[in-house]
């Protein structure tokens, strides 16, 4: 079946109006009416060519929401009307130790929702930015928050399990004091997120301006990273820093706000390096520098469910698809709070309908 879409042709062309073919569903197929896709900053990189090995036609779009249209024979989980999610991942080996153990995101065969290896044409996939898609039942995600928060649950299919899953391996709860740094896309739903752990929450910014912001999302106090002496009088008090941050900067400044065995992951994927940390700011302190990706596709579902159950969603702009390139604009200047979506119901609107 053809279906609108927005994508680029090249990474230095425009986003604009397409028409993309889909398959029709297998046996263990669902197949999705999108509603809405919520805008990552990794479908910016990935449609500019500043991650490698992009392929062209690229349709972005990985924080999908919608309702089944159409299950196949041997689906027995999902029936059409459900409302459901398809995050960053819809295929893996299946036969690892990481898919056996729900951590999907960690297969050396992870299938992206866009720009990753399938048979369906133009032989990679194409994402959420688009009016529907198909994938295979283990991929989808059920959504039990009510309609009309659909929108800002988007972004949740990313932002939401990359800033919750370290925040559970990490065992983030009652008694911890965490760091939350950045307050973007990311970082506004890591301090919701611990905050709802139970956690007392410290958010780290360099804007002075987003001080009242941080507070609202729930961060019991706020430091402004560029004044010296906000910063000294948190040194070796923190349990845990969330670095949301997606640009290079002195990780060090940070990791001497760990206690000892503290530990430090970042999530934020800039484009070039982080300046290398000091290795006495770890070893002093036994503290730790890690990463996480995403989440498994158990731990999304577990993650929607902690949102749904404690009223936890994205704060969005909501966008038409023609809207998506000044969105772009926009976004690489920090001017939006916190995350845009796409409401799928203009794409054929703007796509000449």
Known sequence: MTVKAYGAHAS?????????????????????????????????????????????????????????????????????????????????????????????????????????????????????????????????????????????VAPLLCAGITTYSPLRHWKVGPGHRVGVVGIGGLGHLGIKLAHAMGAHVVAFTTSESKRAAALSLGAHEVVVSRHPQEMAAHANSLDFILNTVAAPHDLDAFLRLLRRDGAMTLVGAPASPHPSPNVFNLIMKRRTLAGSLIGGIPETQEMLDFCAEHGIVADIELIRADEINTAYERMLKGDVQYRFVIDIATLAESAGA
């Open 12 to 152: 230095d062309r425009p986003l604009q109006p397409l028409e993309i073919a889909r398959r029709a569903p297998g046996a263990h197929d669902v197949q999705i009416g999108i509603a809405y896709c919520g805008v990552c900053h990794s479908d910016l990189h990935q449609v500019r060519s500043e991650w490698a090995g992009t392929l062209y036609p690229c349709v972005p779009g990985h924080e999908i929401v919608g309702r089944v249209v159409a299950v196949g024979a041997q689906v027995s989980a999902f029936r059409a009307g459900d409302l459901v999610g398809v995050g960053c991942i819809v295929d893996s080996c299946r036969h690892c130790q990481d898919c056996d153990e729900g951590l999907e995101n960690y297969c050396g065969h992870m299938v992206g929702t866009y720009n990753g290896p399938t048979e369906d044409a133009p032989g990679h996939t194409l994402g959420g930015y688009s009016q529907q898609i198909v994938v295979h039942e283990r991929y989808v995600l059920r959504v039990r928050h009510p309609q009309g928060q659909l929108a800002a």
